[in-house]
């Protein structure tokens, strides 16, 4: 005889019910063709079924789930479980982006030759598009290799650093006109600007083809990483790492010797500290996790990067941070609640 089906409990109901009315409710936002619900459903059932675990019990949303099957199209079974296995662990603390980032870093790292053919493939398609607005502007688009698209916005960027303050335009209406004025060539400032890509040494001496970063883009294949990192006019630092990814020490040879310890931490944090801000650490303010007049002093421990608006958070709005010793930065708010952001890994 049939064994009877076990009743769930109140408070598992209660997350079921949550986690459907999450999915109807992510449907409606952004809804599929029912062909793509199929080939969704049935990548969770065949191919990821301890997504669909994570994702039935509450754990992961929808969202989640989504990133892990379109980052494995084209993957074989075997390689999609092991990506599966290395970023369904941490995914329930992960918001969508850290996740999606999280799985492509993955992707790259267990499959790096399929990798750099689709980034041939994607780049052999570049393109600049202008679409005509109703209300006489005009939408323009470009398809960018990865490294190209971080250098433009990395200039852009320095423009708008250079003329903040200089009238009453928004930083998005400055880096519009920053990109007229290069392309026009009717631009005066001094505005070179560095791109930073981050590599393992055993990736550059072709030992093994661990994923790269690129500073605002995320991973990179590691025959792109390679080919930056190779270039006449690229300047190498030396960043040491624990195997957790984590930075120990920031080498100062550099053709500008920075100031060690802002580098140090810039390195280290990538991008600002609050949970779910993704603003470059380099385009942050340092901002010290313990005051120094309650007795901690100014060093790496001690220091994080925080944009101006999550820095003025912090002080002027009853926010509090810590900074845990595996490098999570743990956020309460003034109600008492709790939030956390995991740091972003280095190649080891």
Same mark, same amino acid.
């Given at each position: 005889a049939a064994e009877p089906l076990p009743i769930p409990s109140l408070g598992e109901a209660i997350e079921r019910e949550w986690v459907r009315e999450e999915i109807a409710c992510v449907l409606r936002l952004a809804p599929c063709t029912a062909g793509s619900r199929l080939h969704d459903a049935f990548e969770l059932v065949e191919r990821l079924p301890a997504t669909l675990a994570a994702l039935e019990c509450g754990d992961i949303t929808l969202l989640h789930a989504r990133s892990l099957v379109e980052a494995i199209d084209g993957l074989d079974d075997t390689t999609t479980a092991k990506v599966e296995q290395r970023v369904l662990a941490t995914a329930a603390a992960q918001t969508v982006g850290n996740f999606r980032q999280a799985v492509k870093r993955a992707v790259l790292a267990l499959d790096p030759r399929a990798a750099e053919?689709?980034? &041939?493939?994607?780049v052999a398609q570049r393109r600049v598009v202008a679409t005509p607005q109703d209300d006489g502007t005009s939408e323009l688009w470009a398809l960018l290799p990865? @490294? @190209?698209?971080?250098?433009?916005?990395? $200039?852009?960027?320095?423009?708008? @650093?250079?003329?903040?303050?200089? *009238?009453? $335009? /928004? %930083? *998005?209406? $400055? &880096? %519009?006109d920053a990109l007229l004025a290069l392309a026009t060539g009717n631009l005066e400032q001094n505005c070179g600007a560095a791109v930073l890509a981050t590599v393992a040494a055993s990736t550059l001496l072709g030992l093994d083809d661990q994923p790269g970063e690129l500073e605002g883009h995320g991973p990179i294949p590691a025959a792109l990483a390679r080919e930056i990192a190779h270039r006449p *006019?690229? /300047?190498w630092r030396r960043l040491l790492t624990d195997p957790a990814g984590q930075l120990i020490d920031y080498g100062t040879n550099t053709y500008r010797p920075p100031a060690p310890l802002a580098r140090h931490v810039r390195a280290r944090d990538r991008t600002c500290r609050f949970p779910g801000c993704n603003r470059r650490a380099r385009r942050c303010e340092l901002d010290h996790i313990t005051a120094r007049h309650n007795g901690r002093p100014? !060093?790496? %421990? !001690?220091?994080?990067?925080?944009?101006? &608006?999550?820095?003025?958070?912090?002080? @002027? %709005?009853?926010?509090?941070?810590? &900074?845990q010793p595996n490098g999570t930065t743990e956020w309460t708010s003034p109600t008492g609640r709790r939030y956390e952001k995991s740091p972003d890994k280095l190649p080891f």
């Open positions: 053919e689709k980034h &041939r493939d994607a990865a @490294d @190209d698209a971080a250098a433009l916005m990395a $200039r852009l960027n320095r423009i708008v @650093d250079q003329t903040k303050g200089l *009238d009453a $335009r /928004t %930083a *998005d209406q $400055r &880096r %519009a *006019d690229s /300047t100014t !060093n790496q %421990a !001690n220091l994080h990067c925080l944009c101006p &608006r999550h820095h003025h958070l912090k002080h @002027d %709005a009853g926010w509090t941070v810590s &900074r």
